[in-house]
């Protein structure tokens, strides 16, 4: 069966500070990867996505990037962490097929003080 | 753009039924998915429907879709307190490309 890791669960950072925020996928191959942010426990803001090794879809201008240096790996970074992103990070895979289907990590918690 | 419709909060008491409503976008939808979110948790598929049907039941979950006006309901039977948690609609997004749009996402409350 699939399952979805993030780590870490929970970070508090100062800003100005870099960020590396990692999510593997097991038990499938060529997912599709999902980088979600929800502020203050409610909608959900799709961040980045990515199709492939290497292939990165960027769905909103900010401080964050994504890559995916493995197929099954998908890492969200900052280089320099903002106040405003403080929030739920959460990464999804999907399989690809015709029902659009996501299954979600456990998330983390990020608070840039 | 328009967006997925919820009503934010929904308070029932133990043992009752919840009937939660979505109002989502775009009548082509292939599937439109219910996910639960548990406080500090991810985001747990629940049930989805596939649009050519009008009703789904799973268990104490029934899906009832109304295609024409765009309108998804998950109601859950005999709800228990371990139910209350935000609940999403999702429909896939209508530029295509693998994604969902996501609802705004009710919370239940379920009270003894």
């Known amino acids: 069966s699939q399952t979805i890791h993030q780590w870490p669960a929970t970070l508090v950072q100062p800003v100005g500070s870099p960020l590396s925020l990692e999510c593997t996928v097991e038990?499938?191959?060529?997912?599709?990867l999902y980088w979600y942010r929800q502020a203050a426990g409610r909608g959900l803001q799709l961040l980045f996505y990515s199709i492939g090794i290497g292939q990165i879809s960027s769905e909103v201008p900010q401080n964050l990037s994504a890559s995916r240096p493995q197929d099954r790996q998908f890492i969200l970074s900052s280089k320099k962490l903002l106040l405003s992103d403080s929030g739920f990070y959460l990464c999804a895979w999907s399989p690809g097929t015709g029902k659009n289907e996501q299954f979600f990590g456990p998330g983390t918690r990020l608070t840039v003080l | 753009g328009e967006d997925v419709e919820q009503s934010l909060f929904l308070s029932v008491r133990e043992g009752d039924s919840s009937v939660i409503n979505c109002t989502y976008t775009?009548?082509?939808?292939?599937?439109l998915y219910w996910y639960k979110q548990e406080p500090g948790a991810g985001l747990q598929l629940l049930t989805y429907?596939?649009?050519?049907?009008d009703m789904k039941q799973d268990q104490r979950l029934t899906v009832l879709l109304n295609k024409k006006d765009k309108h998804l309901s998950l109601r859950i039977a005999d709800t228990q307190t371990g139910d209350s948690a935000i609940y999403f609609c999702?429909?896939?997004?209508?530029?295509?490309?693998?994604?969902?749009?996501f609802g705004t996402g009710t919370q239940l409350k379920v009270e003894l």
């Open positions: 999702a429909e896939p997004f209508t530029g295509g490309g693998n994604k969902l749009t």
């Open positions: 429907i596939f649009s050519n049907m």
């Open positions: 038990g499938t191959s060529n997912p599709n």
């Open positions: 775009d009548s082509s939808s292939t599937y």
